[in-house]
């Protein structure tokens, strides 16, 4: 990809995946969302970050999935970002 998104762009696109292909019908979430508070298990969270991986053509380095950056769809974004300037 040769424009990065922003941060804003990446948000949308992790919520709107995120509540079509893991969360059940009828539960809110947003940006600011802990992903625990929903229901979001490890195993959800590999399938966020290959979505991550696939949507944007990177690698999320190891040393990023630490938990402070796994919280919410914003968390996640930021990690995101850090990486497409790498």
């Given at each position: 990809?040769?424009?990065?998104?922003?941060?804003e762009?990446?948000?949308?696109?992790?919520?709107?995946?995120?509540?079509?292909?893991?969360?059940?019908?009828?539960?809110?979430?947003?940006?600011?969302?802990?992903?625990?508070?929903?229901?979001?298990?490890?195993?959800?969270?590999?399938?966020?970050?290959?979505?991550?991986?696939?949507?944007?053509?990177?690698v999320?380095?190891?040393?990023s999935?630490?938990?402070?950056?796994?919280?919410?769809?914003?968390?996640?974004?930021?990690?995101?970002?850090?990486?497409?300037?790498?």
């Amino acid at each position: 990809m040769n424009i990065h998104p922003n941060i804003e762009t990446i948000c949308k696109e992790l919520c709107s995946f995120i509540s079509t292909h893991i969360l059940a019908e009828g539960i809110a979430l947003d940006k600011h969302t802990p992903l625990s508070s929903v229901g979001i298990d490890s195993f959800s969270l590999i399938e966020i970050v290959l979505f991550i991986e696939r949507q944007y053509g990177i690698v999320l380095a190891d040393d990023s999935l630490i938990p402070e950056n796994l919280k919410s769809v914003e968390t996640i974004a930021n990690c995101t970002i850090q990486q497409l300037k790498a």
